[in-house]
Every structure is written in C-alpha cells, then in structure tokens.
Nanobody, 115 residues
C-alpha cells in the first residue's frame, strides 16, 4: 500500500496550489479519501473529505470556499485545489484513505505560504 503526495511548494499569499495523492496497493475506489495538515508545533487537523464516488465532499470551516477536493478513480488519485492561500495554511499536507476503520497515510507534502 502506498500513498504519495505531490504538488507542495512555496507560494505567495493569495496564490494557488494543487496537491495530488497517488494511491496504489489497494482498491482505491472503495476508500473514502481525506486531506489533513499539520503545522509546526500543532496537532494534525482534518481539512477535507470525499466519498468513494466523489458525490459528497466536506471541508473544515477554515478552508471552506477556498479549497476543493476531487478524485479520479480511473487514475487512483485524489487532488486538493487550494486557492486564496493564507500564511496560516502553511503546513505539511497528508492524504489519508479510510474504509470501515482501516486507514492508510501518505508521507506528506510541504506547503509554505509566505511573501
């Protein structure tokens, strides 16, 4: 099982980034997918969730209206489009696959929002 995040980097406030998470080793379409983030010195926090078919998404209040989670089951990937980025969005972003209490984590990708 492998989840590999990519797309992080340094961006100015107000900018955009698109994170991707490539999955392998399990039946991706059977798993809900999530993005979490962890800033230095803080606990990991949930950011967004998408159901197996992509029909339902949910977001943390702090990112609602700015971030969009999507998935492509034909490519075993999940994305997080991040717009209007703020310095407080700086964190390491992780994807997580979950199904009935079974879950897998990626290693994360760093996002830094700074001028």
């Amino acid at each position: 099982v492998q989840l590999v995040e990519s797309g992080g980097g340094l961006v100015q406030p107000g900018g955009s980034l698109r994170l991707s998470c490539a999955a392998s080793g399990f039946t991706f379409s059977n798993y809900g997918m999530n993005w979490y983030r962890q800033a230095p010195g803080k606990e990991r926090e949930w950011v967004a969730t998408i159901t197996t078919t992509g029909s339902t998404t949910n977001y943390a209040n702090s990112v609602k209206g700015r971030f969009t989670i999507s998935r492509d089951n034909s490519k075993n990937t999940v994305h997080l489009q991040m717009n209007s980025l703020k310095p407080e969005d700086t964190a390491k972003y992780y994807c997580k696959a979950n199904r009935y209490g079974q879950f897998y984590w990626g290693q994360g990708t760093q996002v830094t929002v700074s001028s």
